[in-house]
């Protein structure tokens, strides 16, 4: 089964800085590997999806890469805005499979 | 299209009470996705079909747990009797074939007590 790891569970930073979640998942067959954004209340938006034969994929001030070799993606965050707190979720689908592998989610709050 | 649609937003229940959750998914899309996220296991896939045809159930917890797809345009996720531990937000997710990216919807918020 795979298992996804997000570290860390927060992480408060002020406005302005850039910044890095981190996700780690075991089973290295994975097919591709989506980065979500979870609003208090609300449902998952999908911001990133790196195919497995990618190393990264750009949306705006976000950048995400895939490091299959290690089990490893990681989200950067650009020039932080208070609008960018939330809670980031990654998720891997693995090959062969339909469902996805969520971790458990970094908490993002950025300071004005 | 308005996205996957779920109801209620909002359920509160009494302990052994049945709790019924619905999903519309978007048209055209022929995979639908029960999740259940809660604090200590964030994001745990219950459920998914195919064409209205249930494929993977192993996420289901227990028999108390049922899911059913009568047309394209409509699921349900069903507890009878429901139990505190239940409680959770429940999402439905959907997509069409070819596709990996998941829409999800605003999920349903289950509190049993």
């Known amino acids: 089964k795979q298992e996804v790891t997000q570290i860390p569970a927060a992480l408060s930073v002020p406005e302005g800085e850039n910044l890095v979640l981190n996700c780690s998942f075991t089973?290295?067959?994975?097919?591709?590997l989506q980065w979500f954004r979870q609003d208090p209340g609300k449902g998952l938006t999908s911001l990133l999806l790196?195919?497995?034969?990618?190393r990264e994929q750009t949306s705006g001030r976000l950048n995400a890469s895939l490091d299959k070799s290690s089990g490893r993606s990681t989200l950067y965050i650009a020039a932080s805005q208070p609008g960018d707190s939330a809670t980031y979720l990654c998720?891997?689908?693995?090959?062969?499979?339909?469902?996805?592998?969520f971790g458990t989610g970094t908490r993002l709050t950025v300071i004005p | 299209d308005a996205g996957v649609i779920q109801s209620p937003r909002h359920e509160v229940t009494e302990m052994g009470q049945e709790v019924t959750l619905r999903c519309k998914p978007i048209?055209?899309?022929?995979?639908l996705f029960w999740y259940r996220q809660t604090m200590m296991r964030g994001l745990e896939l219950l459920i998914y079909?195919?064409?209205?045809?249930?494929?993977?159930d192993s996420g289901m917890p227990e028999d108390r747990f049922s899911a059913k797809m009568p047309n394209a345009s409509f699921s349900t996720l069903k507890i009878q009797p429901s139990e505190p531990r239940d409680s959770a937000v429940y999402f439905c997710?959907?997509?069409?074939?070819?596709?990996?990216?998941?829409?999800f919807g605003q999920g349903t918020r289950l509190t049993v007590v």
């Open positions: 048209s055209g899309h022929d995979y």
């Open positions: 998720a891997a689908k693995l090959t062969g499979a339909n469902n996805l592998f």
């Open positions: 089973d290295s067959a994975i097919y591709n």
């Open positions: 997710a959907s997509r069409p074939s070819g596709v990996t990216e998941a829409f």
């Open positions: 079909f195919n064409n209205n045809v249930p494929i993977d």
């Open positions: 790196i195919q497995s034969s990618q």
